[in-house]
């Protein structure tokens, strides 16, 4: 099975045109490659309603379960929101740039747990510390704080934060020593079957190419998803690689 994500973020999207050209130019869903939309919340109950073919993801979630959280969203009102709603991202750059350590990545995560959401981990190093060579001890440091305490994810995204938003995608040499580092972690604890997934200015350009990398299962996609026909083109190359 290959994941493909669209992270719509903060952005308002006219849902009915979205679909209408997506579908107009992705014809296929039955096959190996699963497409997960994750809008934002007041748009969750819609997205669930129109995007039958598609699993339904949140973007964020509370480390918390109720109380006096201002604004904050609880696993529980996202199932309320929706029902099909099947994943969540967590520990995305821009939360973690919002405060989210790796204890709160943690909490949210358990939270996702207690209510029977998959979380889609996502983790990166910033361009200082790729700079300084620090980046394999940076990701052991995330991953070695979620997984202490028996969490297991459902995905793994990879995402430099270097590369998202910028345009410029990570090269294939920074993208597969990234993987070896997971991946060899993941082997340490007898837990190789959690795919990964690359997120960092995926486009119609540069999917083929990241998709070639042997032990990629999939990509995490943000302001490319936000244009159904662009979408589309990405999924479409997507599902040939």
Same mark, same amino acid.
Request: aromatic share 8%; with cysteine.
């Given at each position: 099975?290959k994941y493909?994500i669209?992270?719509w973020?903060?952005?308002?999207?006219?849902i009915? +045109?979205?679909?209408? !050209?997506?579908e107009?130019?992705?014809?296929k869903?039955?096959?190996?490659?699963?497409?997960?939309?994750?809008?934002?919340?007041?748009?969750?109950?819609?997205?669930? $309603?129109?995007?039958?073919?598609?699993?339904?993801?949140?973007?964020?979630? @509370?480390?918390?379960? +109720?109380?006096?959280f201002?604004?904050?969203?609880?696993?529980k009102? %996202?199932l309320g929101?929706s029902k099909?709603l099947?994943y969540?991202?967590?520990?995305?750059?821009?939360?973690?740039?919002?405060?989210?350590s790796?204890?709160?990545?943690?909490?949210?995560s $358990?939270?996702?747990r207690?209510?029977?959401?998959e979380?889609?981990? /996502?983790?990166?190093?910033?361009?200082?510390?790729?700079?300084?060579?620090?980046?394999? @001890?940076f990701?052991l440091?995330? %991953?070695?704080?979620?997984?202490?305490?028996?969490?297991y994810?459902?995905?793994?995204?990879? !995402?430099?934060?270097?590369?998202?938003?910028t345009?410029?995608a990570?090269d294939?040499?920074?993208?597969?020593?990234?993987? !070896?580092?997971i991946?060899?972690?993941l +082997?340490s604890?007898?837990l190789?079957?959690?795919?990964?997934?690359?997120?960092?200015?995926?486009?119609? $350009?540069?999917?083929?190419e990241?998709? @070639?990398?042997?032990n %990629?299962?999939? /990509?995490?996609?943000?302001?490319? @998803?936000?244009?159904?026909? +662009?979408?589309?083109?990405?999924?479409?190359k997507f599902?040939r690689?």
């Amino acid at each position: 099975m290959k994941y493909l994500i669209a992270n719509w973020k903060m952005n308002s999207i006219d849902i009915e +045109e979205w679909k209408n !050209e997506f579908e107009d130019h992705y014809k296929k869903f039955k096959d190996s490659t699963e497409i997960i939309v994750c809008p934002n919340f007041i748009d969750l109950s819609e997205c669930s $309603e129109k995007f039958i073919n598609f699993n339904i993801g949140a973007q964020d979630v @509370s480390s918390h379960s +109720e109380g006096s959280f201002t604004g904050q969203i609880s696993a529980k009102q %996202l199932l309320g929101a929706s029902k099909r709603l099947k994943y969540c991202i967590v520990g995305h750059s821009e939360a973690r740039s919002n405060g989210d350590s790796n204890l709160i990545v943690r909490e949210k995560s $358990e939270q996702l747990r207690n209510n029977k959401i998959e979380p889609i981990l /996502c983790i990166g190093e910033a361009k200082d510390v790729l700079s300084k060579g620090k980046r394999e @001890s940076f990701l052991l440091e995330q %991953l070695n704080s979620y997984f202490e305490t028996g969490l297991y994810p459902r995905l793994i995204a990879y !995402e430099p934060i270097w590369a998202i938003g910028t345009g410029q995608a990570a090269d294939q040499k920074n993208i597969i020593e990234a993987l !070896e580092i997971i991946s060899n972690f993941l +082997e340490s604890k007898k837990l190789e079957k959690i795919p990964l997934l690359y997120g960092g200015s995926v486009s119609t $350009e540069n999917i083929e190419e990241i998709m @070639s990398l042997s032990n %990629l299962a999939g /990509c995490l996609v943000g302001n490319s @998803s936000l244009d159904g026909k +662009e979408f589309a083109r990405i999924a479409q190359k997507f599902r040939r690689c």
